[in-house]
């Protein structure tokens, strides 16, 4: 069965310092991968998506980039992290039927 | 560019009883999905339901329906019986599949659902 692990679970970073979440999918290949923010418990913001390895799309201009540096995971990181990047963020990944799985989020605060 | 709209930012129901959800959407495609998701306080987003544009019947998990409308836009989901476990925040979400855009999932607000005993 597919599985997806995204952590950490919950971070607290000062602000100018750097970021990396990351996101592993398991039991399948080739996905689709999403990075998507939730912010003040709303609705969710697409950031990144990625069809493939080293192939990843921006949704929104900002101080976060993207990476798949493997076909199975997926990596969001900051070189200097804003008060505005706090936030709930989501992994996810597609496949054939469509449907989306998340990962169990990470709670980001800067401070 | 798709928008989803849910107007109803909190919503409460009774144990036991039916409540619905609305959700309204724009777009100029004529094929497409949409998704309902439940956030639990656990904050895991867990897929409720799922209906494809080119069905007519409407979807139907359990206790969970949706009455699509599509020339209307809307997509509604139905909740019977509701059950503490209910009580979360529901997203109404739209699939892509078109061009360079296929297969992103572009999200409603979200409604707050509270189940009272």
């Known amino acids: 069965s597919q599985t997806i692990h995204q952590w950490p679970a919950t971070l607290v970073q000062p602000v100018g310092s750097p970021l990396s979440l990351e996101c592993t999918v398991e039991?399948?290949?080739?996905?689709?991968l999403y990075w998507y923010r939730q912010a003040a418990g709303r609705g969710l913001q697409l950031l990144f998506y990625?069809?493939?390895?080293?192939?990843i799309s921006s949704e929104v201009p900002q101080n976060l980039s993207a990476s798949r540096p493997q076909d199975r995971q997926f990596i969001l990181s900051s070189k200097k992290l804003l008060l505005s990047d706090s936030g709930f963020y989501l992994c996810a990944w597609s496949g054939r039927n469509y449907g989306y799985t998340f990962g169990s989020g990470t709670r980001l605060t800067v401070v | 560019a798709q928008t989803v709209t849910q107007s109803q930012p909190e919503m409460s129901v009774q144990e036991a009883e039916t409540v619905t959800l609305s959700c309204t959407y724009d777009?100029?495609?004529?094929?497409?999905?949409l998704f309902w998701y439940k956030q639990p306080p656990s904050r895991q987003m867990i897929l409720v339901i799922r209906?494809?544009?080119?069905?007519?019947q409407n979807a139907t998990e359990n206790r969970f329906s949706v009455n699509f409308q599509k020339a209307a836009k809307s997509f509604s989901l139905k909740i019977s019986d509701s059950q503490l476990g209910d009580t979360a925040m529901y997203f109404c979400?739209?699939?892509?599949?078109?061009?360079?855009?296929?297969?992103?999932?572009?999200f409603g607000q979200g409604t707050i659902l509270t189940v009272h005993p």
């Open positions: 209906q494809e544009a080119y069905k007519q």
């Open positions: 990625s069809v493939g390895i080293g192939q």
């Open positions: 777009t100029s495609e004529n094929n497409y999905y």
């Open positions: 979400a739209f699939m892509t599949l078109k061009g360079t855009s296929y297969g992103k999932l572009t």
């Open positions: 039991g399948t290949s080739n996905p689709n």
